[in-house]
C-alpha cells in the first residue's frame, strides 16, 4: 500500500519506510513506559459525520490546498494512532469490530458483554479541532459550529460518560484551548494544544460533587517524514551539537497586521522595530552571519483561519525547517496564545528555541511549587532585572494572561503531568530573555562566546526532542514519541499522579 502523508503544500504519496503514514497500520509494540495492563476503548457509535467524514474531508481540502492552515493537523495522527494501538478494546456486540479485532490482534474476548472494570479510558473519535477549521464561517470558540450538534450527535451518544466513568473519558480538542468549544472546553480530560485551564493539580480545596475537568498539553503536529521519530532517534547524541551550524539565529517573520498591535504579537514588531534601528551595523552575532527573513503572512490570526488561508506560500516558506536546522539559535516570540508550532519545529531542527521572559503571579500559577530558573539575560551579560527565583514564570505575558510555562508546554517540570523524572526541563535548554527584545543581541552574543554552554543546550534540546514527533505508519507505537508519552500522561492523570510504574 502506498503510503498518504499530510504535507505543508499537500498530501502526497511516499514509500519509504520511515514516511508519515497516517493511514496504514504497523505491527505495534508497547514503547517504554506504557503498561501492557492499559486497555482503552473507541466509541464507534458516532455518526459518521462526525467522525470519518470530517477525516476524510479535511484530508481532502488539504490535498487541494482549500486549507493551508497547518496548526489544527494533531488529531488526524493522534486518532489514527489510538485505533491502531495494541492496547485498544473493541466492542464485541458489533460483529465488523470483531473482526478487526482479529485481524488487528486487538485484546478482545468473544463473550457477549464488555468488561467495564477493565477499560482504563474511553477515547472519544470526534476530531473537534479539524471539524472546527472544516465548518464555515469561522467564529472564536468554534460557535460556528452548533451547539445542538455537537450535544446531539457527540456527547449524547456517549452510553457511559456517566458516574465514575465520567472521567475515564478522553475528548480530542487538539486546538488552542480559547479556540475549542465551551461545550467541550471544560469537560473530562481532554487534549489540547494549551494552555491548561484545569485545576485538577492545583491547590484549590474542591468539593467531592465538582465536575472537576483537566487538560492533557500535547505538541502541535510536524508531518515532515525527515522529523518522524526513527529519524530522532537515529540521530546520536553528540550530532546534536556538532552538526555544523551557518548561522546564529533565525527568525522568518510575517506581514504585520492590525491584530498585532493589540495583542500579545506586538512583541514581534518591537523585536523587528529593535533590529531596524540598533541592529543596522550589525551583520554577524557571535562571527556567524543571522537569518531574518520575511515570509508573508504569519499564520494563527483569526483571519487566516476564517479564510482557509496561511497568507502567502513561498518555496522560502518550504525552506523554513531547513535553515532552523542550520542555525544555532530561534526566536519564538509571543504569538496569539501561549503555545506555538514554531517552538517544536525548531527544536525537531536541533535550533535552540529563545524566548521572552514574563512573571507572573497570575492565577494561572496558582499550584506552582517551582525550584526557580535561569535568567539568561543575566547570567549573560548582566542584562535586564528579572527575579531568577520566582515561580510563576511566563513566556507569553505578564497580565492576567500570563500562563506559565507548567500550564502552557507539555509535560514540563513541575507540571505534575508525569513523575518528576519523566517531566522536561526546557529550561535546561531554552534561551530566557528578560527585560525585553532589547536583550535579545546581547544575550545571544554573549552566548556565542561559550560554545560549551551552547553545546550544553543542544545536548539536552537533543534528548528531548524525540517527545515533539508523532510516529506514524512504519514509526507509529514503535519508539517513545509524543504519542506514547501523551498515553503516559494519561495514564498518570488517571491514577490521581501516583506511579505507575512495574
Known amino acids: 500500500n502506498r503510503n498518504i502523508v499530510i504535507s505543508d503544500k499537500k498530501i502526497y504519496r511516499h514509500e519509504t519506510p520511515s514516511s508519515a503514514n497516517l493511514l496504514s497500520s504497523s505491527s505495534p509494540s508497547l514503547p517504554p513506559h506504557i503498561p501492557k495492563a492499559f486497555k482503552f476503548y473507541i466509541y464507534e457509535n458516532l455518526p459518521s459525520k462526525m467522525t470519518e467524514d470530517i477525516e476524510r474531508q479535511i484530508l481532502e481540502a488539504y490535498s487541494s490546498n482549500a486549507i493551508t492552515y497547518q496548526n489544527f493537523k494533531a488529531d488526524l495522527v493522534i486518532l489514527r494512532l489510538f485505533r491502531s494501538h495494541p492496547s485498544r478494546v473493541f466492542h464485541i456486540n458489533d460483529d465488523a469490530n470483531q473482526n478487526r479485532s482479529r485481524t488487528r490482534g486487538a485484546n478482545a474476548a468473544d463473550n457477549a458483554a464488555i468488561n467495564l472494570e477493565n477499560i482504563d479510558l474511553f477515547v472519544v473519535p470526534y476530531p473537534h479541532a479539524s471539524h472546527c477549521l472544516l465548518s464555515p464561517n469561522w467564529k472564536n470558540e468554534c460557535m460556528h459550529v452548533d451547539d445542538s450538534l455537537i450535544q446531539s450527535q457527540v456527547l449524547d451518544k456517549l452510553n457511559y460518560y456517566k458516574g465514575d466513568l465520567k472521567r475515564r473519558h478522553l475528548f480530542i480538542n487538539t486546538m488552542e484551548v480559547f479556540l475549542a468549544h465551551p461545550l467541550l472546553r471544560t469537560i473530562g480530560r481532554s487534549l489540547t494544544l494549551g494552555p491548561r485551564l484545569s485545576s485538577i493539580h492545583s491547590n484549590v480545596n474542591h468539593h467531592d460533587n465538582d465536575e472537576l475537568f483537566e487538560h492533557l498539553i500535547v505538541p502541535y503536529f510536524n508531518d515532515e517524514p525527515g522529523y518522524q521519530p526513527s529519524i530522532i532517534h537515529s540521530r546520536p547524541l553528540s550530532l546534536w551539537y556538532t552538526h555544523p551550524r551557518k548561522y546564529s539565529f533565525a527568525y522568518f517573520y510575517g506581514s504585520t497586521n492590525r491584530r498585532m498591535t493589540r495583542n500579545y504579537r506586538i512583541h514581534r ?33 483569526e483571519s487566516d483561519i476564517e479564510s482557509g488561508q496561511h497568507g502567502e506560500q513561498t518555496q522560502k ?73 520566582h515561580n510563576h514564570t511566563s513566556w507569553f505575558s505578564a497580565d ?57 543546550r543542544q545536548l ?20 517513545e514519541d509524543a504519542f506514547s508519552m501523551m498515553l503516559e500522561s494519561v495514564i498518570y492523570s488517571l491514577n490521581s499522579g501516583k506511579d505507575y510504574s512495574g
Open 460 to 479: 539536552e534540546l537533543g534528548k528531548v526532542a524525540k517527545y515533539f514527533t508523532y510516529g506514524a505508519g512504519e514509526d507509529a507505537h514503535v519508539y
Open 269 to 301: 514588531q518591537y523585536f523587528l522595530e529593535e533590529v531596524a534601528i540598533n541592529w543596522k551595523k550589525v551583520g554577524l552575532i557571535g562571527g556567524k552571519p543571522f537569518i531574518l527573513e520575511k515570509i508573508g503572512h504569519d499564520g494563527g490570526s
Open 317 to 389: 516558506r518550504y525552506n523554513q525547517m531547513k535553515t532552523y536546522s542550520q542555525s544555532v539559535f530561534c526566536p519564538t516570540l509571543p504569538g496569539d496564545s501561549p503555545p506555538q508550532k514554531r517552538f517544536f519545529d525548531v527544536i525537531l531542527a536541533g535550533c535552540i528555541p529563545v524566548v521572552l521572559v514574563f512573571n507572573t503571579n497570575t492565577k494561572a500559577a496558582n499550584h506552582l511549587n517551582s525550584d526557580g530558573g535561569r535568567n539568561d539575560s543575566e547570567r549573560y551579560g548582566d542584562f535586564g532585572k528579572g527575579d531568577s527565583k
Open 400 to 456: 492576567s494572561n500570563g500562563y506559565t510555562v507548567q500550564d502552557s508546554y507539555p509535560w514540563a517540570k513541575h507540571s505534575s503531568t508525569l513523575p518528576p523524572d519523566r517531566e522536561i526541563d526546557y529550561e535546561s535548554f531554552v534561551v530566557q530573555i528578560y527585560g525585553g527584545v532589547k536583550n535579545i543581541k546581547p544575550t545571544l552574543e554573549a552566548l556565542m562566546e561559550n560554545q560549551t554552554e551552547i553545546q550544553r
